[in-house]
């Protein structure tokens, strides 16, 4: 924060709050509750007053201050900034700040400079610490254990919804021509031989989560499912080696993309190669050609490349990695594969 010239660091509820201040609630339009960091380490809080036990519950030691309805929240909040950082404070807002919010800020602070604290909180998230890790390495563990179930619980005439009952709201389930778009659930599929099936679930402990994607098939693959799964297998183990500190987050991608072109198929890549996770199944680093950020000992990232065929069927696969001093471990062992 000093390095950026920030005075403070106001934070709404969600996953960047939860981890500066060990406490979780709900964000609310109409109801702030808020965190001040100043950029001298002292925290802050501000909610409602029945929520004063809640604030000052946390592992992070916190100054709580209340409102009651018939004040103005956002007055409140900026005479505790300004209090501790001056008239005309510099005021960092994480990058989910929701735009009302915001603008209630700005209304309230007229001499401040609000500024994007994305490179602070970002930075932070990016690196784990041991317990981050073990966290997940267990929800990836625990990923892995229910794919491997999958092939078993496959019967014809299945749905995505009936798949969806055994992993969870979190989880996407793709059949059939569903699994020729990157994102698509909708429709009625219903599960027939020689189809594709997606799955890209996850678990969670303690807030942290896991993301891993098989792709599986219904009795006989094709011809042509061999050949893409081969190649989705080989560009996911090339983007995997090209985890290393000091590596660009870019060279995730790039390595999956150069097999993938190789065969012929680099049109049906469309997104990007990976991305960090943590308490969100997205943040940094996000492995995408362009982003030169180097991978740094204590990120953990995905590798997802895809090969999607319009009006045919979709493959990809997915793994959590964790960048180290001497290269990368991996936290969830890729496959078992579906074709070998």
């Known amino acids: 924060m000093r390095a950026q010239g920030m005075d403070a660091l106001v934070l709404m509820p969600g996953t960047n709050f939860a981890y500066l201040t060990g406490r979780r609630f709900a964000r609310e339009?109409?109801?702030?509750?808020?965190?001040?960091?100043?950029?001298?380490?002292?925290?802050?809080?501000?909610?409602?007053?029945?929520?004063e036990r809640a604030m000052g519950s946390g592992p992070v030691p916190a100054a709580i201050h209340t409102w009651t309805d018939e004040?103005?929240?956002?007055?409140?909040?900026?005479?505790?900034?300004?209090?501790?950082?001056?008239?005309?404070?510099?005021?960092?807002?994480?990058?989910?700040?929701?735009?009302?919010?915001?603008?209630a800020l700005r209304e309230a602070l007229p001499e401040a400079s609000l500024v994007d604290a994305t490179k602070s909180t970002d930075g932070l998230r990016a690196i784990k610490s041991e317990a981050e890790i073990a966290c997940l390495r267990e929800a990836a563990g625990r990923t892995r254990a229910r794919m491997l179930k999958v092939p078993s619980q496959l019967v014809a005439g299945m749905?995505?919804?009936?798949?969806?009952?055994?992993?969870?709201?979190?989880?996407?389930?793709q059949i059939g021509l569903t699994t020729s778009l990157p994102n698509e659930t909708s429709g009625s599929n219903r599960l027939s031989p020689g189809d594709a099936v997606v799955i890209d679930a996850g678990d969670r402990i303690e807030g942290y989560r896991s993301d891993l994607t098989r792709t599986f098939f219904f009795g006989e693959p094709s011809p042509r499912m061999r050949e893409v799964y081969g190649i989705v297998r080989e560009a996911e183990a090339a983007a995997i080696e090209a985890v290393r500190p000091g590596a660009p987050a870019e060279d995730v991608d790039l390595a999956a993309r150069r097999v993938i072109e190789r065969a012929g198929y680099g049109a049906?890549?469309?997104?990007?190669?990976?991305?960090?996770?943590?308490?969100?199944?997205?943040?940094?680093?996000?492995?995408?050609?362009?982003?030169?950020?180097?991978?740094?000992?204590?990120?953990?990232?995905?590798?997802?490349?895809?090969?999607?065929?319009?009006?045919?069927?979709?493959?990809?696969?997915e793994d959590d990695i964790l960048v180290t001093e001497s290269g990368h471990a991996m936290l969830s062992e890729p496959g078992p594969f579906e074709i070998d």
């Open 159 to 173: 749905s995505m919804q009936d798949l969806g009952r055994l992993y969870g709201p979190s989880a996407m389930i």
């Open 71 to 103: 004040e103005d929240q956002y007055r409140r909040l900026a005479a505790l900034v300004t209090a501790s950082c001056g008239a005309r404070p510099c005021v960092g807002l994480e990058p989910t700040t929701n735009h009302y919010h915001a603008l």
């Open 268 to 317: 049906f890549f469309t997104h990007r190669g990976g991305h960090g996770i943590g308490l969100d199944f997205h943040e940094a680093p996000i492995c995408v050609r362009g982003n030169k950020e180097p991978l740094v000992p204590g990120m953990v990232l995905t590798a997802e490349p895809g090969i999607y065929l319009p009006g045919e069927f979709g493959v990809r696969l």
């Open 29 to 51: 339009r109409h109801r702030l509750l808020a965190a001040v960091i100043t950029s001298g380490g002292d925290l802050a809080l501000m909610g409602p007053s029945f929520e």
